[in-house]
């Protein structure tokens, strides 16, 4: 069992957050966290994305002898990583298969002499003979396990690699370790427990609510135009993600936006491992880049100002929405979360659960996880409360999602759902016909389009009746019924069919409330301004100097446009060397001197004797003004 840690040891974990990351005082339960591994304890931390779970381990590799190994999948930013820890004067290398023999040496020669605090390593690394005889010849402080999850066998971050890591225990079984993931349900937990051999290790769950990010789910009319606003009215010059389902379409968005003025670059496991390489450094060191991608993208990406994710299609599931979604906001300032779904999509993801590989169980727990899904975006509740319920915590409305913000109109749904089910009844069971939404839809309508002629379906009994909703609610009411179970589409034509439950409907046993269709998509008026519920300093969602006093924010831009050109000349990204969230500090106060400076929040020592003066001298000039 772990001893505690002293009160020097703990004060000694104080006094680096200080002086090396420039922070005031730890959050959460990173406290905690440290000293429990500094102790010498296992350690599994769930916290979300944003939390701060790398200090959990980097401090303590700080205050205790040896080196610490961090095992991460993310191969394509350990240089980032390391880069961004090496510009707060912590001693930090990698090992993976980018490097040359050369440059492997190097860092190995540097783990075994103990000139290194953490050491960064890929999963695949430890299979090699090689790899663990250097660790042998080393001392290690602790076993960091980054992204943990990806050890368990049904997410889609599995990688069989990490099914190794259980042995790291055998092998070193005095080195304490820690699992972090931001990862939240409960089977999920549970696998990693298991797989890592982690039973008698300490859980720290946090809670998973991101207060930051606004939640917004709207219906899809025209994705396009939609996204162009939002992008235009509410984000303009921020960077952010758009994810869609398909290679073809990130590409075709990616130009859209392109065309239409926007910094916009593809990204999917299609391109050639350059281009991705490319694309993705220009995202994290660009400011104001937008990256369309599949969700291939963004797992690790630390940029801490991903303003906005928006989705074009609907995620497979609550799990994933939240990982995806999860990526805005990481500096704890105001960030949008939007999806735009529509029926094709519901379609779309049960045609591909059904070809997917896999047994029927597998099949069932996918349809599961769809329907969660689709809950969540008919909901009339809270959308944060129902996500949160979804991982087992518990939370109240929480005034900064859609459905707080705009609470949906209910109306009683029960005879337009009775007119739909007998329209599909009609088609369905009666003649056996494989029919869509659209083609239900046009026989209520009473529409005799060619297809409606053909097959003589302007001879149904239920041809016309629905003419007092619009073709837009009636695919609401469509999605609403999928979404409460209440009518299911057959993956392979999209053929709407009844089911157990639409039967209570026909037969007049059951209400049917629903969630009115809005006229117009929301839009605007839902920015978290003045919320009251950012986590961050001060901020509206509207470019990253909204909401600060006028001079402030002239001072601001100042700031960012020297970080900018420093970024540039030192090759790195423009985050490594301020967050944002510090420079609106540094802009608001107007540090004269350089003991000023170090007060603020993300201005450690190493940073401060770097750039303090620069700093200083931007601030001057721009008071001479
Ligand atoms: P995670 O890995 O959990 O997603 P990070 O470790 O990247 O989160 O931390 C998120 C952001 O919060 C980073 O910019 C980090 O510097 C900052 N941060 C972490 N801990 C603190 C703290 N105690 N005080 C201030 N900022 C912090
Ligand atoms: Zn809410």
Redesign the pocket.
């Known amino acids: 069992m772990a001893s505690p840690s002293t009160g020097i040891e703990a004060s000694e974990a104080l006094r680096i957050?200080n002086r090396v990351?420039g922070?005031?005082?730890?959050?959460g339960s990173?406290q905690e966290i440290i000293d429990h591994l500094i102790g010498g304890g296992d350690a599994l931390v769930l916290?979300?994305?944003?939390?701060?779970?790398?200090?959990?381990y980097q401090i303590p590799a700080l205050v205790r002898r040896g080196v610490g190994v961090v095992i991460s999948p993310l191969i394509a930013l350990m240089q980032d990583q390391v880069g961004a820890l090496t510009a707060l004067g912590v001693r930090a290398g990698f090992l993976n298969s980018t490097q040359d023999s050369y440059e492997r040496r190097q860092v190995e020669t540097a783990f075994l002499a103990g000139d290194l605090d953490l050491l960064y390593l890929a999963p695949e690394r430890l299979r090699a003979e090689s790899t663990v005889r250097l660790l042998d010849r080393g001392t290690i402080s602790l076993f960091a396990i980054d992204e943990a999850h990806c050890v368990a066998q049904w997410g889609h971050d599995f990688r069989p690699d990490y099914l190794e890591l259980s042995a790291l225990h055998e092998r070193w079984p005095q080195v304490p370790r820690i699992a972090?993931t931001?990862t939240a349900t409960e089977a999920t937990r549970a696998e990693i427990t298991s797989r890592l051999n982690l039973a008698g290790a300490r859980q720290f769950v946090a809670s998973f609510d991101r207060p930051n990010i606004s939640y917004r789910i709207v219906p899809k009319n025209e994705p396009k135009r939609q996204l162009l606003e939002l992008l235009r009215t509410e984000h303009p010059g921020d960077s952010g993600i758009v994810y869609c389902l398909s290679r073809a379409s990130t590409e075709k968005i990616a130009d859209f936006l392109a065309g239409s003025g926007i910094d916009a670059l593809p990204y999917h496991a299609g391109l050639d491992a350059r281009t991705r390489a490319a694309n993705q450094a220009r995202f994290l060191r660009a400011d104001g880049l937008v990256m369309v991608a599949t969700i291939a993208f963004g797992m690790g990406i630390?940029k801490?100002d991903v303003r906005f994710v928006a989705h074009l299609d609907l995620p497979k599931s609550v799990e994933g929405y939240y990982q995806e979604t999860g990526r805005a906001g990481?500096?704890?300032l105001p960030s949008t979360a939007w999806l735009a779904y529509g029926l094709a999509d519901v379609v779309q993801l049960r045609k591909l659960i059904d070809t997917s590989e896999g047994d029927a169980a597998h099949h069932r727990r996918m349809g599961t996880h769809l329907d969660a899904m689709l809950a969540l975006c008919e909901t009339v509740e809270c959308r944060r409360s129902q996500m949160l319920g979804y991982f087992g915590e518990q939370a109240t409305a929480c005034g900064n999602c859609d459905t707080c913000l705009f609470p949906p109109q209910t109306w009683d749904g029960t005879i337009a759902a009775q007119k739909l089910l007998s329209a599909v009844f009609r088609l369905r069971n009666e003649r056996g016909q494989k029919f869509g939404a659209g083609q239900v839809i046009d026989i209520l309508l009473g529409k005799s389009t060619p297809k409606v002629s053909q097959h003589g379906h302007d001879s149904l009994t239920v041809f016309g009746i629905g003419t007092e909703l619009r073709e837009a609610e009636w695919r609401g009411v469509v999605r609403q019924l999928l979404a409460q179970g209440l009518l299911a589409v057959e993956p392979d034509y999209g053929a709407l069919v009844l089911t157990e439950a639409s039967r209570e409907v026909l037969g007049k046993q059951r209400q049917v409330p629903l969630r009115r269709e809005p006229e117009r998509p929301a839009r605007a008026a839902n920015t978290p301004r003045g919320s009251g519920r950012a986590a961050g300093p001060g901020g509206g969602a509207a470019g990253a100097a909204a909401e600060l006093p006028a001079a402030a924010a002239d001072l601001f831009e100042q700031l960012r446009a020297w970080r900018g050109a420093t970024a540039k000349e030192q090759g790195m990204p423009a985050?490594v060397i301020f967050?944002d969230a510090t420079l609106r500090q540094v802009a608001v106060q107007r540090p004269a001197t350089l003991a000023e400076l170090a007060t603020v929040?993300?201005v450690g020592e190493a940073k401060l004797a770097k750039y303090g003066q620069q700093v200083l001298d931007t601030v001057a000039a721009a008071g001479a003004d």
Do not use: E, I, V
Request: include cysteine; hydrophobic fraction near 25%; charge should be neutral.
């Open positions: 957050l990351f922070y005031d005082s730890f959050r990173q916290m979300p994305t944003g939390g701060g779970k790398s200090l959990c972090l931001a630390d801490p990481r500096d704890g985050y967050h929040s993300g």
